[in-house]
């Protein structure tokens, strides 16, 4: 059992603010997602992403939306970062993931970054959940440090689109606790037809086998079913499996184990382009029953055993950011065995 987070330690040894340090040189010729735009972000310049020096909080709140095991009773902290370094025509976020002007207003200090995360502590979250990190992973760092100074305590989850820099990912290590990124795509063809970014899958892979190093396959809880260290990966289901779910799966059974935590999800819906822009037909509807039954029985067949999956009738569910109540049900993948 894991009741401290890792971070702490890395905190008392000064190793966290070595951490800090290097990050954030990184923003000088911003490297810190695979874009490496170069623009030197601690100078003023907006990388690709439309991000500068400092981090935009588009909201922070309880949310009883994430897995069970991140939910509990009082709900997962999540911080939600404006802009994104993908640019999906499907992002059921897009209001504040690509509307870069309206997010300036959201800029935030890091200690006012840092202030969130206590204030979700004190409201009894169980969990601080960086909700699309990459992009300020450095500027989360620096308020981690500062909240570990004025008493932060819950472990650190980082729920990412996974197009991640390796070299972050590793200055990462044990700062984050719980690493919980999305494999969207088993092409990445479709990654950058859907997403505009070169080399999704690639780079997406490898992120998750550097996530994998650190964390390994078995997932940490406490007494109450906590969940305190590990990797779960997501993998949503799209229409006509634009997502290639068989091939993601079979590509973490082989490559990764076939223990690796996976989250099914079936809250896709047309928004943003995918809603309006003929382009993007085959992404212009929810998918079918059928489509969610295929995807489901691919975990027994592949013999995935641990995770969780939505409810089919979950994806009439969506969460956006000014909905506190929004509902996502999960079942414990063992359930459909």
């Keep these: 059992m894991i009741e401290r987070p890792s971070y702490l330690e890395l905190y008392e040894t000064g190793e966290l603010a070595r951490r800090v340090v290097a990050l954030e040189r990184l923003l000088e010729r911003c490297t810190v997602c695979p874009l490496d735009c170069g623009n030197n972000r601690l100078e003023g310049e907006l990388a690709r992403c439309y991000s ?73 979250c169980h969990n601080i959940n960086f909700v699309s990190p990459t992009h300020f992973a450095p500027q989360l760092a620096r308020a981690v440090l500062f909240a570990c100074e004025r008493g932060l305590r819950l472990p650190i989850v980082y729920n990412t689109n996974a197009y991640d820099s390796l070299e972050v990912l590793r200055l990462l290590d044990r700062i984050v606790d719980v690493y919980l990124p999305d494999l969207k795509y088993a092409d990445s063809a479709d990654g950058y037809t859907y997403s505009k970014v070169p080399g999704y899958t690639e780079h997406a892979r490898a992120a998750l086998r550097e996530m994998h190093r650190q964390t390994g396959s078995s997932l940490v809880f406490n007494d109450a079913g906590l969940l305190r260290r590990g990797l779960v990966i997501r993998l949503l289901v799209l229409p006509n499996d634009i ?49 969610w039954l295929r995807a489901v029985s691919l975990l027994d067949e592949l013999g995935m055993e641990e995770g969780w999956m939505q409810e089919y009738d979950g994806a009439s569910h969506y969460y956006r950011p000014d909905f506190n109540d929004s509902e996502k049900p999960f079942k414990d993948i063992r359930d459909f065995q």
């Design 52 to 124: 500068g020096r400092l981090p935009i909080v588009s909201s922070y709140t309880p949310h009883f939306g994430e897995e069970p095991a991140l939910v509990g009773t009082h709900g997962a902290g999540n911080i939600f970062f404006g802009n994104c370094n993908l640019r999906c025509v499907y992002c059921q976020n897009y209001q504040i993931s690509q509307t870069h002007k309206e997010q300036l207003k959201n800029e935030v200090t890091h200690e006012r970054l840092a202030s969130m995360m206590l204030e979700l502590q004190e409201r009894g």
């Design 243 to 291: 997502a290639g779910v068989r091939e993601s799966l079979e590509w973490i059974r082989e490559n990764l184990s076939r223990h690796v935590a996976v989250s099914l999800m079936a809250q896709y819906y047309a928004t943003n382009k995918a809603a309006t822009d003929e382009r993007y037909m085959l992404l212009s509807r929810r998918i079918t029953e059928s489509e």
